[in-house]
């Protein structure tokens, strides 16, 4: 069993970064693919990035050159750094993992976060 928790949300003006993390516990996550998602008020979770077990990495089209997913094997944790923000970025952020998954819809994440709220005044 994966336990994720996340943290390092808040409040920041557009155009400004942040760095939200994801710290795991129990098996190592490099067994794990790992993802970030986001849910904004009324709208459907959304797939932002992901770090696969192989170590590739693949984004949302519309964060791609402002959000970079890492791992730290060390720390057993992952990270978004998300620089450049805009308003519709604003959302609660969760991480989730799977075993040695490719996938990048939400049902096929086993473990979850309990999320980490980001919101970006304009």
């Known amino acids: 069993q994966v336990q994720l928790v996340e943290s390092g949300g808040g409040l920041v003006q557009a155009g400004g970064s942040l760095r939200v993390s994801c710290a795991a516990s129990g098996p190592t996550l490099t067994d794990y693919t790992t993802a970030w998602f986001r849910q904004a008020p009324g709208k459907e979770r959304e797939f932002v990035a992901t770090?696969?077990?192989?170590?590739?990495?693949y984004y949302l089209d519309s964060v791609k050159g402002r959000f970079t997913i890492s791992r730290d094997n060390a720390q057993n944790s992952v990270y978004l750094q998300m620089n450049s923000l805009k308003p519709e970025d604003t959302a609660v952020y969760y991480c989730a993992a799977q075993y040695k998954g490719i996938s990048d819809t939400a049902q096929q994440y086993d473990y979850w976060g309990r999320g980490t709220q980001v919101t970006v005044s304009s």
């Open positions: 770090f696969l077990y192989s170590g590739k990495t």
